[in-house]
């Protein structure tokens, strides 16, 4: 299995002034094809480390795919360089060259010297055609390694990556094994608790692999198995899948890049059913949450944000008997806010926020302490409990998606 | 001068699946304290590889920063593959492991073996305390060479970093220069024209430097002064200050770390005024920021979301005749509904935010349209308009923004 070294050259990265975005997108690519990528670096435009730093990729990589450093100015060197090393002409192609002299010619600009650099490629190396500007790409194979010189901006580096170097990259060193690749989204489980309870398949599991991350409140499993074919592969994948949801499947509320909001919203969107809320501890968050997605007003039509004890009964009309027999942070309050909020916005569903964000306690109960009211057109209204930590806004955060979560289950149990 | 090298663990950023952020993040903060970063790396989670890039890094950089690995998982490595090529023990530290206690215990529920491993640093480190997490950070310095370790969540890397290393890095490092820096906040001018406006200072200074940054709708300016004394590299930040705002001074909010919705909910508790909100494309995201304040309670009453135009009229009794003849993207419609929420939860100062967030237009106002209306107690009501982009949740978080602007020029001139 061929491995992949990506090098990006520019002192501008190392100044922090643009993220290397270029790595992740090209890393992407090559997964897909099932070639190892084990090294990213980063280096200046500096002739004795950039020489360096070829050194030691060639030591550890097969492949070396190099960004940035192809423009026309002084400090682009990249070819330079590797033609010395490799001991090298530099060689004008003619396609670019004439690309160049047509633009300046049809502008009636004056070409200077450096542009014609842009044309100049490694000699004995395919051209690599930049449909978005005029540096030249190249791909070389030369004593067991394949180099790959791409531009550095990511809108002409993209396409010639996508559209010549994979395709040359595939045929030369791919086709062996294919990897695939699955995420599953775990909500309500910590990553530690969830690692745990997979750690025998984490540690003794060689394919497919498993690797867990934490999100913001939420758990991503990556689950990536290699084999001959794509079927094989996917098979692999689906076996493994299986036993963590033999585990913890309960957690599970989507698979790939969508988020809870993201699900949840689809669902009332796609089903036409509308919603309210009313928040105290969060305050909005779970509205503004809901807001996001272009298109929503067909089903959110808004709701309270009751902070204090005095606009629950003022603007939501909560009973002054619940808050003074069961106080605000209580299953009945939450559920009157619940029914109030769903029946003056005239909604299907109504769900309510209560709670003690913290990091001070309130009405005896300690910060974490919550409440989600859920009512929902001929149905019983619920409310549910949950016991947080003592972090306010990370509290907040959790509530929200608990209550996108409390939504999803009742859409599937009601679908 | 000390070189520094920026590496990178995780088999995540070799996938692609994250874009290395935080190597950015840190060559901006070491450029500042004027230490070079000569080179980035990303290694996976594979001991030999990373022992390899260790070997490498100690070759050619002076500072080894380390992210990622920190973790409780059986793939987070760093310091114990560290600790092994450096010869060391692993020991406890008592501080995250009693942070990590109390938080299991406080939620009565079981502590894995793999947590406590997240308190685990090596012998003779420095602890960097993590203050967003449990994973705790090290700064180490052996054989010439200056080791510093940070968990891989820019959300802990971060503040981490900024607190904890970095004074440590420039002490140890920057040395026989006193390095002095000021951090300028600007709201409402974009971060091209302020560079603009600054460009012979930015390319001519040398002492101090100038760097601006584009924020979350706000552009932040670094003035960075080396000297003998504290005393005078802060007459020449001083200098350079005063400078920049006979140019730009009137879109300057405050200094340092502070945020502007920070600074308003600490003028309006520090005065007792009291706010409730209205808010439509915002959806909420007003009133949830300042709700993350502690003890917002005091002056933050609540407010409504009024998403559609039939919650305008039936929660906040906006007039049919303003919504009909003017529409909700209106002064009108900004001015009442300022009013009635101020009214409707009994307060001093009512905002409301009207608008189209986007992407499309709505009743013949292109995206971006807003109105922000504040009705303060024995003041004329004010609506004024802003004419943002397309994105839809940029306009969203821009307004927010521009609403706590507001407020904050209304308490100033009105002090």
Redesign the interface.
Known sequence: MASAEII?VGTE?????????N???????L?ADGIY????????D?PE?LK??IK?AEN?SDILIFTGGLGPTEDDITKQILAKHLKKDLVTDQFHMNKITEYFTSRSRTMTENNKLQAVIIEGSTVLNNDYGFAAGMFLKENNHTYILLPGPPSEMKPMFTRYANPLIVNENGGKTILE?KILRFFGIG???L??DL?DL??TQVNPTI????GDNEVVV?V?ATAKTKEEAAKLVNETEQEILRRDGTFLYGYGEVSLPELVTAMLLERKITI??A?S????????E???F?G??KI?????????A??KQ??LEVSSQVIKEKGVVSSECASEMADNVRR???TDIGISFTGV????SLEGHPAGTIWIGLSVKNHQTEAYQF????D??HN?RRAVKQGFQLIKQFLDANA
């Open positions: 990006a990265l190392l100044l922090g002034q643009i993220v290397n975005s790595a992740a997108f090209i890393s992407q690519e997964a990528v084990y090294h990213h670096t980063v280096v200046g500096n480390r360096e730093v030691i550890r690749s990553e530690s608790q690692a745990a750690n984490i540690v690797a867990t991350y934490a990556r990536t309210s809320a928040e501890f969060t305050a909005g968050l779970f509205q503004a809901i807001a996001r272009p929503i007003s959110f039509k808004g709701g309270m944000v009751t902070y204090s005095e606009t003022s603007i003056l916005c005239n964000a913290g990091p001070d016991v947080y930590g003592r306010r806004n907040r």
